[in-house]
């Protein structure tokens, strides 16, 4: 691989949520929305259960385009700099968040979810379930 390697994604669809100021993580969040799916995604959401956990990989579609002073930034939470692996801030050399949110209901095209720390519009590039150990894993053995 060189440097010049270009990656690219296609939302599979856009998260929905009335709340005005989302908590700045998944794990402290009690905001509820809907990750709206496009149609030809739609089908794969056949297995999500109702209160299954699982991860949405996003787009951090507003944030600033990253450059070297975000390298280090001081979180609202802390007194000194981190550096920015070390931090959720969503100011990142490639803007993918990731959160795990909890299922409360799912239809044809959606999933209604809580702990939403996306805003309305948030870009939704892939959902995963959320694996804690080996007894969770689909291949396990």
């Known amino acids: 691989m060189t440097n010049d390697t270009t990656i690219s994604f296609t ?3 856009f998260v929905k949520t009335n709340a005005t100021k989302v908590p700045r993580h998944w794990s402290v969040s009690h905001e509820k929305g809907i990750l709206e799916i496009h149609p030809e995604f739609a089908s794969a959401l056949r297995d999500i ?4 956990n699982i ?8 944030s600033p385009a990253f450059n070297s002073k975000y390298l280090f930034q001081t979180p609202p939470h802390r007194s000194s700099s981190r550096g920015v692996f070390s931090i959720c801030s969503p100011m990142r050399p490639n803007a993918i ?10 239809d044809q095209g959606g ?11 948030t870009p939704i590039l892939d959902i995963k379930p959320l694996i804690t150990g080996q007894h969770d894993c689909p291949s396990a053995e």
């Not at 991860?55 to 507003?62: A, E, G, R």
């Not at 968040?97 to 799912?106: C, E, L, W």
């Not at 999933?111 to 519009?121: A, L, Q, R």
């Open 111 to 121: 999933i209604e979810v809580k702990h939403i720390d996306m805003i309305d519009g």
């Open 55 to 62: 991860v949405v990989l996003f787009h951090f579609h507003k």
């Open 11 to 13: 939302p599979i669809g």
């Open 97 to 106: 968040g990731m959160s795990i949110v909890k299922v409360i209901n799912k």
């Open 49 to 52: 259960e109702t209160g299954q």
